[in-house]
Structures are given as structure tokens and as C-alpha cells.
């Protein structure tokens, strides 16, 4: 996958593209968690453009990132999710462990939890 990361008014946007490999979580890790260090981070993770998916991979990836942004008291949210992606998710209930938007702009304006000066 290859990531594409922009500050946004506050928020970090991710938009992931290309397809998922086998070892995705390693250099997502080393990719992604500099920018994951501020506390009470807010990321939005932008899919629409990931291609092909392995559930598995793409799935071990993601909550990862969501556990890194828990412990700093953030918050992640999900958009423009494809819809077998989308489909995945409620079939197997992720999305009772993810914050999912229709798009970029409705998760900026959707509720977030505020810990940042906690």
C-alpha cells in the first residue's frame, strides 16, 4: 500500500492506495507512527483508493493504527470505504470498533472525542 499523509486543520489525513501485501503492518509502522504521537491525534483514513484486500492484512493494519491512537487518547475514523470493504466490516461487526464516514468531509465535522489536554 502506499499512504499519503497531509495535516489538515487539525486532523491527519491518510489516504491509502495500491493493494495490501502479506507484511503491510512493519512499514505502515514505520511509515505512519511518527505522525501518530501527538496526544489526542485525530486520523481520518481515507480508502478509496485501495485496491485489492487481503480482510486479514487489511484488518490487522488498521487496528493497530486504532490502538496506537487510543493510547494517545485520539481518535480514528474511516471514509470512503468501498463497498465490499464496507460489506466486510458489518458482516464481520468492525464497525463497532471503527468510526465509519461516508467521506472526508463528514468525518471532520463528525463528533470526536476531545482527550488532547487531558
Request: aromatic share 12%.
Amino acid at each position: 500500500m502506499k499512504y499519503h499523509i497531509v495535516e489538515d486543520g487539525g486532523f491527519f489525513i491518510i489516504k491509502i492506495s495500491g493493494e495490501s501485501r502479506k507484511n503491510e503492518a512493519l512499514p505502515a509502522k514505520r511509515m505512519l507512527f511518527p505522525y501518530l504521537k501527538e496526544k489526542g491525534v485525530r486520523v481520518i483514513m481515507d480508502l478509496k483508493e485501495l485496491k485489492n484486500f487481503e480482510p486479514i492484512i487489511l484488518l490487522g493494519f488498521l487496528n493497530g493504527i486504532r490502538k496506537e491512537i487510543n493510547l494517545l487518547g485520539g481518535g480514528l475514523k474511516l471514509c470512503s470505504l468501498k463497498p465490499e470493504i464496507l460489506n466486510y466490516f458489518r458482516e464481520n461487526r468492525f464497525d463497532q470498533f471503527f468510526k465509519i464516514c461516508e467521506d472526508e468531509e463528514k468525518a471532520k465535522k463528525g463528533e470526536w472525542r476531545d482527550y488532547g489536554k487531558r
